[in-house]
């Protein structure tokens, strides 16, 4: 393969963001400089760790936790009139959910859930208003996120403050601890730079199939990154700071996942082996690292998915990738999924790789399709989760989720 033409030619996507308009990025002069500017931040990076200039975790961690009988009191379902659809619905449709989330009961056993709001608020309304017009009689709001409020029954769990490196638990999950957690899974959000401003989605809910990890046992940890400095050399720098105070703190599976940005700066890093020893497997949602001008998408941008999937020579650990119609960031998509499938399984890769075109997945609640964001649709949750948990856990799962 030419590789030598391919990294004299290509645009850096360091400085992109999902986004953000060519006109207004940092060109890199070649792949040597490219790969000069990780090397730097990659020494600064184990440099801040050798000096402590973050507090590592120890191996016997003592960190806070949620304890059982906490996990317990909240997930155990004591509402009015229990029946087994609607414990069904208390551990899928709310619990297995991803924030703003909130549902209202009837004394009857009615329910109605609203989940994925950007305020909390608008998710109780919606909640209690809808349980009353579908049932006909007064409703009462069980919980919401975290937090039962049903009268008698009010419950709160938690907030704990548990931090390694740059990777942050934001009290949106159960936290089990290294001791206890079946792995962590590490969330990288998307960014989006245009013309200066900077979209923040640091806090902002991960889709749902990031829940279910939790609820199987998985603790989850937040990459969240100043978007308008999310370069790769800088999150590389993040990620040789803090995945090694994961493994310090005993966690023996370490998943990065993430969205766009996030997933590629996932896939990537395990370019650099300083971090990949620590990778146990990775799932790219939507992996984007540049804007939706046609000219580059098709071209450069294609370029560089390209040279990145040809230089992923990590065969032994699981990647997940899903792709998806519709997607105006990635809009051939289904010929990088097929470059992507072609070159990985080659190299005997433990690999799924997913191109979704299902409408039901890639069009949004108000019915346009949004093919970039596809994976926070609710077939998505349900069609892929199961399989992603197992993926991670051992790894001997390839081709499609069936």
Known sequence: MQHSARGQSRVSASRRCAGELPGNSVRSASTKEWKRKIGLWLVVAWVAVVLGATSPAGADYAGP????????????YRGPR????????????????????????SEGGG??????RGK??????????????????????????????????EYKLPELNVQFGDFSFNNQYFFYGPRRAKGVLVWSHGTLNINGGCDDQ????????????????????????????????????????????????????????????GAWHSIQALEIPEISLYISAVIAIS????????????????????????HLNVPQTPVAIFMFSHDDYIP?????ADYARTILSQRGQKLILVYEDDDEIVRNSEGY?????????PKFTRKYSDCLIRFASDGNKTGPCN
């Not at 304890?67 to 009191?73: A, G, H």
């Not at 208003?129 to 008698?152: E, F, I, K, V, W």
């Not at 992996?287 to 040809?310: C, F, L, N």
Request: net charge positive; glycine share 8%.
């Open 82 to 105: 229990t029946n087994p659809v609607l414990l069904r619905v208390w551990q899928t449709e709310f619990l297995g959910e991803r924030f703003n989330r909130a549902i209202a009961v």
């Open 202 to 261: 640091r806090g902002a809910a991960a889709w749902a199939f990031v829940t279910r990890f939790n609820l199987a046992g998985w603790d989850v940890l937040r990459f969240d990154r100043d978007p308008c400095f999310d370069t790769t050399p800088r999150a590389f720098a993040q990620m040789g700071n803090s995945l090694p105070q994961l493994r310090d703190a005993g966690y023996q599976k370490i998943v990065l996942a993430g969205q766009s940005r």
């Open 111 to 116: 329910y109605r859930v609203n989940w994925g």
């Open 65 to 76: 936790v949620h304890s059982d009988e906490q996990i317990k009191q909240l997930m155990d």
């Open 369 to 377: 399709y949004g093919g970039h964001a596809a994976a926070r649709s």
């Open 287 to 310: 992996p984007a690292s540049h804007g939706t001008r046609a000219k580059y998408v098709m071209s450069q941008g294609s370029e560089d998915w390209k040279y990145m999937i040809d």
């Open 332 to 336: 051939d998509a289904a010929t990088r």
């Open 120 to 153: 909390l608020e608008d998710a109780t309304t919606d909640a209690l208003r809808n349980c009353r017009d579908r049932t006909g009689s007064d409703c009462s709001l069980y919980a919401a996120n975290m937090q039962l409020t049903y009268p008698g029954l």
